[in-house]
């Protein structure tokens, strides 16, 4: 009866996510039971917050469940069903391991047999709760025993038995004049100097604002915003053979205001994305665009030397913060130029980590070869395209399944299809495919704005006669490996690697993955409206790159691509194909890879 009555929930609810409670008839079930059945029955971000037991369901005239007449979940229920998760927990440590998944997960409660993963936990935040571990607790936990051991009980256990490691203190800059960069920022200097580069590395958002919007606030909220986040007006200068970034006083000519009524935005975003000069700052854009009496476009642009997609979603929650006057935030504990220092010192410690890339890509390195519509230009061409398409939530919810089943992740079992689609287009059985990390190794960076993301070269070998399953394991353990060694950057194993140099391609691989699971939530306004505007930068950094963002339980599919070598209907019948593949391994994940049939019927 209670599968019965959640299936016809859902059914009800029209696949809306955002449900937060159902009404089961319980009988002499416990609400731990229920949650046990549930959390067998359904993924983790179908689970409701809370339970609620009735005599019976309400219905209406005609013998359906009356919606409106179920009761709405109290806040003293609320705090019962907290007090009742707490209550259930042994000790100080694993009640301070709660506080932190609360931190990390966005939650208010949960079991100490709850898993971190069914949560609602991924990679990105399990390297957050990891680092918050390390602070709280002094004790370094590698990932891979995040995975096996996902649950407040386990891992409190794995906190008792662990030995404490010193946690080094991390010392301010000082006060220079000039300072030096970290390896992510070198990296990006040297990638900003390229021929025709454009506006490959810039990152810009946009939003069509409803409402009595007030752009001198506005104004003032970013001002304040550069006063307090540095890399906000930080400029780059090369002095003899040495780049060096200077912090400026103050942020000046970063704000325009302009009316376009009548202009499509498309064309005023296209006007808005250009190029920076690194030498001069701010490295950071801000124009409003007021397109009715009650009708804004709100835009904003940073290069990626100053900024990750990390630093994004927080310029835009303090921007929404200081624009609702009243708030204030936190004093923050360092500087970007602080992690930048420290990062120089740190890396005399990762010599292990050095070895395990060096290891992992030692021999002949592939080449992926990808069958081109146009010959490869002598020089890499940054001239990219854009194309869509959505996974349903059905998919979705059965792709997160097989990452239960299999101990793994959404984003490893995404990652595993692509290398089964390049292997399905090239033949080749040893794939290195890019993916970026969130690179916060230190709870202190949470907050800071600055580009932290290094780059993992994943390699993995899709050979032909192996089931899916066992190539997913494989594609699980190269993560979880890589997650551990997160901290060596990408530009210092790529001058020790020392491949040969093609000019028209990316040193190591071609092709990049990335799966977007931080909270890409809106600024919250008074009275104002905010709609997020899809931007298409027509530029790509690399010759492919398959971007999967999470958006209210289904998935979009971006895949970014260069113009000088694929038609756009060669990538639209490839995106096709891994969607194919998706639906294909979610059926048997069992089946051999050459059994997996990426063309549809």
């Given at each position: ?57 309400p219905l209406t005239p005609n013998g359906k469940v009356d919606r409106k007449a179920l ?6 229920l609320a705090q019962a069903e907290e007090q009742a998760a707490e209550a259930e927990l ?512």
């Amino acid at each position: 009866r209670i599968k019965e009555t959640v299936v016809t929930a859902l059914q009800d609810a029209g696949g809306d996510t955002t449900l937060r409670a159902y009404v089961v008839p319980a009988q002499t079930l416990t609400t731990e039971q229920i949650y046990d059945y549930l959390q067998a029955e359904l993924p983790s971000y179908m689970i409701p917050q809370f339970v609620i037991v009735l005599e019976a369901l309400p219905l209406t005239p005609n013998g359906k469940v009356d919606r409106k007449a179920l009761p709405v979940p109290s806040e003293e229920l609320a705090q019962a069903e907290e007090q009742a998760a707490e209550a259930e927990l042994q000790d100080e440590t694993e009640q301070q391991l709660l506080k932190l998944w609360q931190e990390v997960l966005g939650i208010r409660k949960a079991g100490r047999k709850d898993s971190f993963f069914r949560l609602g936990g991924h990679s990105l935040k399990a390297v957050a709760l990891l680092s918050r571990i390390k602070k709280t607790f002094g004790v370094a936990i590698p990932i891979h025993t995040l995975f096996r051991q996902p649950t407040i009980q386990q891992l409190a256990e794995v906190i008792r038995h662990s030995p404490k490691t010193s946690v080094a203190s991390i010392l301010p800059a000082g006060g220079q004049e000039y300072y030096r960069l970290s390896s992510e920022q070198e990296r990006l200097y040297v990638l900003e100097q390229f021929e025709h580069v454009g506006t490959a590395y810039n990152v810009p958002w946009a939003a069509h604002v409803s409402g009595p919007f007030d752009a001198a606030r506005c104004q003032q909220a970013f001002a304040a915003l550069s006063l307090r986040h540095e890399t906000l007006r930080t400029c780059f200068e090369l002095i003899g053979d040495t780049v060096l970034q200077k912090v400026l006083p103050k942020a000046d000519g970063f704000f325009t205001y302009e009316e376009a009524s009548g202009a499509a935005p498309d064309q005023l975003i296209r006007q808005f994305v250009r190029p920076f000069d690194l030498r001069v700052g701010p490295l950071f854009r801000v124009k409003v665009i007021r397109l009715g009496a009650e009708e804004h476009l709100l835009l904003l642009d940073m290069h990626h030397i100053i900024a990750d997609g990390i630093s994004l979603q927080i310029v835009l929650q303090e921007f929404a913060a200081l624009y609702n006057e009243g708030k204030t935030l936190e004093p923050l504990p360092m500087q970007y130029k602080d992690y930048a220092n420290w990062q120089c010192k740190h890396r005399e410690t990762l010599q292990s980590q050095e070895k395990y890339w060096l290891d992992v890509l030692q021999g002949e390195l592939p080449v992926l070869n990808l069958p081109l519509d146009y010959p490869r230009p002598p020089l890499q061409s940054f001239a990219g395209d854009k194309i869509t398409a959505r996974l349903d939530t059905s998919l979705v919810g059965k792709l997160r399944q097989v990452a239960e089943e299999t101990d793994t992740t959404l984003y490893m079992v995404l990652l595993a299809a692509y290398h089964v689609l390049l292997h399905k287009y090239t033949g080749q059985t040893d794939i290195i495919v890019g993916s970026p990390i969130a690179g916060r190794p230190q709870a202190e960076f949470e907050h800071l704005v600055g580009m932290f993301v290094n780059t993992l070269a994943l390699r993995n070998f899709p050979h032909p006669d192996k089931p899916f399953r066992t190539f997913l394991a494989e594609v699980r353990e190269s993560c979880l490996q890589a997650y551990e060694h997160q901290e060596w950057p990408f530009e210092k194993l790529v001058e020790k690697l020392q491949p040969t140099r093609d000019l028209s391609r990316n040193p190591l691989f071609d092709t990049m993955f990335v799966l977007q699971n931080m909270e890409n939530s809106l600024p919250s306004l008074p009275g104002v409206e905010l709609v997020a505007l899809p931007i298409n930068s027509q530029s790509s950094q690399f010759d492919l790159m398959l971007e999967a963002v999470e958006q209210a339980g289904s998935l979009q599919l971006n895949l970014e691509f260069c113009t000088k070598l694929f038609a756009p209907r060669t990538m639209e019948k490839l995106l096709s194909h891994y969607v194919n593949l998706l639906a294909q391994l979610v059926q048997d994940a069992d089946q051999r890879l050459i059994d997996m049939d990426m063309l549809s019927a």
